[in-house]
């Protein structure tokens, strides 16, 4: 890595700023921020900054949330649903598991269905018409990934998981923060993504060979105003893939 290189990060947990004893939380909302070179990994050509920004979060958390924290099997015949395909993390898991070979069940909304679609989910259940809990598909299904975070998710999911299966929420505390707090699930609670560049690496990869695609939904300018906006738009629940933000001049 060299001066004058492309690069995105996460900035948010797992780490030090510059090596003192401040926690490096999150933040993103600056013009300029200072970041250990340790934790950015290289833009590849071909692909934006505007795509790097909107994988880098959801990616990392779609792709943190299925891999390392469920364990979800590559090149296995795993079934996962993943509650709320039209999001960003949901977006991005339903395409990380197609692709390392899962089979994949997702929840949409009638207004987000021809974009869920085009996802080539195994199957799609519109939750505005079908309680996915119910369907017979998701029987002793083997992980539940909720992005979503409606109340009374976990227990819906326990009563179609297998025994061992896996329940992992980032928006819903119902299942707590102890993992193996459940058993005999393999997993259950809530989880935050972490700053991994080895994850980054592995999704810009995915974007530059065209087998990752990044949807960004609306784009909103660097102001104040831009960031009340983002939030809006954000809390309606109407976004489909990710919104960013962007500034205008760069040096």
Known sequence: MKVGDRVFTVNWG?????????????GGFAEYSLVNASKVAIIPDGVSFEEAAAI?????????????????PKGADAKVLVLGGSGGVGQCAVQLIKYYGGKVITTCSTRTLPFVT????????????????????????DFVFDTVGTPGSFEKAKRI?????????IANGEAGLNPKA???LSYA??????NSVDTLECLI???AKKKLKVFI????PFTKEGIVQIFKKQGSGKSIGKNILRITSVI
Not at 56 to 72: M, P, R
């Open 217 to 220: 939904d609306e784009e909103f």
């Open 56 to 72: 880098s979060l959801t990616g990392s958390t779609a792709y943190q949330s299925l891999y390392e924290e469920l364990n979800v």
């Open 118 to 141: 085009k996802l080539e989910p195994d199957k799609i259940i519109n939750y505005g018409e079908h309680a996915w809990e119910e369907d017979p598909e998701v029987q002793g299904i």
């Open 182 to 184: 459940h058993p005999p």
């Open 189 to 194: 609670a809530l989880f935050c993504l972490r």
């Open 14 to 26: 797992n780490g030090r700023h510059n090596g003192d004893d401040v926690p490096v939380v999150g």
């Open 161 to 169: 998981l297998k025994p061992t299966g896996g329940f992992l929420s």
């Open 205 to 207: 990869d995915l974007v």
